[in-house]
């Protein structure tokens, strides 16, 4: 489990695996807004496929979702998207692929076009 931020929210993200080279390459997961951490059932089966090419799983739970639903903007769960890149980024992540479902989706693209 990564800790993004700590103030109130606070933005986790959960990676797969045992996350021992953090300078692997990167998916980040963004679900939608009934999705929690662990809460899509492909990602184990993912993770294990994208282990096997040298890549990493990692699922972000934005302010959004689960119950946060309603709470907060698309531009709020992009930016805190862009703070998790970040983050990954300072850990030695040398490539991250954004990958989305539903409302999840919607934020990483608003994400990429800001």
Excluded: N
């Excluded at 021992?20 to 809460?39: A, K, Q």
């Amino acid at each position: 489990m990564h800790t993004i931020r700590t103030d109130y929210p606070p933005l986790h993200a959960f990676e797969f695996g045992p996350g021992d080279d953090p300078r692997r390459p990167l998916v980040l997961f963004v679900g939608g807004l009934g999705d929690t951490l662990l809460s899509t059932p492909y990602l184990p089966k993912l993770a294990s496929a994208l282990d096997k090419h040298g890549w990493r799983l990692a699922q972000v739970r934005p302010t959004s979702a689960g119950m946060g639903w309603g709470g907060c903007t698309v531009e709020q769960d992009a930016r805190e998207i862009a703070l998790c890149t970040e983050y990954f980024k300072q850990q030695g992540a040398d490539k991250i692929v954004l990958m989305g479902c539903s409302t999840g989706a919607c934020a990483y693209s608003r994400c990429c076009c800001c």
